[in-house]
């Protein structure tokens, strides 16, 4: 599980080898607990914890055991198997008390969408079976033991997370209670007010993920005629907020070579973006495509990106890659 690497042997007093969430973090699936979320480096782990988890009650003591456990081989420069490669994987001096503050929500089993590039849009029937459980109480015990405290990132994920019964009451709660860094993916398709409250008092951060710079290629991709819609799910979010609030409101493109690989939809989507008034971008790679292609990536690919990093630069807008297209760039130098 552990595999000891010299260069992870911090020479510093205090210092180890280590990331948030492996410290502080703690991931809901709809089928598991986890440390993390991340999956596009070449450990490609998310440090499980528990396995057929559908809401039962957590031992708190466990989890922090486990977690006691990873500093401790990581202090000696053995890394988790699944972290090798990671970005967020870094030298620092870490503290060692026992909360929660990096929190990811992804245990949604619905959507709105059908993207095609979508791990449940080729079984759709498997998808649909996975049990929800509730997530509101466990945060309001999290909160109320301390455990949970207000400072890292809370981010929803894994589908659609507004038609999500409780959604409204979790961020709600959250605000409520002081929290900041909420994170939202999200199709765009439904309006959120209380996603729109995050953003108004700038404490949350809300990616739509568009795609495309056309309805035509909206609606290859996902399936649905949403475009307008979503366009002014994004101007709603934008526009009703202070001038800072638009840098928490985000349109997320992910290169799906074949389908949206052209300058034009890149091109379109950026114009869109600025219209509406954002003032953040994201851009990330289709996945599936870049595990069988990582080795032999095409040079249009490369100038796609350096392209949209230009003209965002020129809209005086700022720019993000995802972890994926962010190793491919990184890789290339």
């Known amino acids: ?104 929500i992804s245990h949604f089993t619905n959507c709105n969408s059908k993207c095609i590039y979508c791990f449940a849009a080729k079984h759709p029937e498997d998808f649909a079976k996975e049990r929800l459980y509730q997530v509101l109480p466990i945060i309001k ?42 994170r939202a993916h999200t199709s765009g398709i439904i309006y959120s007010p209380a996603l729109a409250r995050a953003i108004n008092e700038i404490r949350g951060y809300v990616v739509v993920s568009v795609d495309s710079g056309s309805r035509e ?15 002014d799910t994004i101007r709603k979010y934008a526009l009703q907020t202070t001038f800072l609030g638009r840098y928490l409101v985000s349109a997320k493109f992910i290169i799906i070579p074949g389908i949206n690989d052209t300058i034009e939809e890149i091109e379109n989507w950026l114009k869109a973006n600025y219209d509406a008034g954002l003032y953040t971008t994201v851009l990330d790679i289709e996945e599936n495509w870049y595990l069988e ?15 949209a990093k230009k003209r965002a630069k020129q809209l005086n807008t700022n720019f993000e890659l995802y972890e994926r297209l962010q190793n491919l760039m990184d890789e290339r130098k």
């Not at 290629?217 to 366009?231: A, E, G, L, M």
Request: positive net charge; proline residues 3%.
């Open 141 to 182: 015990e999290m909160y109320e033991k301390s455990i949970l405290r207000p400072g890292g990132i809370i981010s929803f994920g894994g589908g659609e997370p507004t038609l999500l019964d409780e959604f409204e009451d979790i961020v709600t709660y959250l605000l409520d209670n002081y929290f900041w860094g909420i």
């Open 217 to 231: 290629t909206f609606k290859k991709i996902k399936q649905i005629s949403c475009y307008d819609k979503v366009r």
């Open 293 to 307: 292609n990582k080795n032999n990536i095409p040079e249009h690919i490369y100038k796609l990106v350096d392209y």
């Open 1 to 104: 599980m552990f595999v000891y690497n010299e260069k992870f042997v911090s020479k510093k007093e205090g210092h180890y080898y280590s990331c948030p969430w492996i410290e502080h973090g703690l991931v809901f699936f709809s089928y598991k607990l986890a440390m993390c979320c991340h999956c596009g480096h070449e450990g490609s782990s998310q440090a499980v914890i528990r396995n057929n988890y559908i809401g039962q009650k957590i031992d708190w003591d466990r989890i922090f055991k486990i977690k006691d456990m990873f500093r401790k081989f990581h202090k000696k420069g053995k890394i988790n198997k699944g972290c090798v490669s990671c970005p967020y994987l870094k030298e620092a001096k870490w503290d060692s008390e026992r909360y929660i503050d990096n929190l990811y």
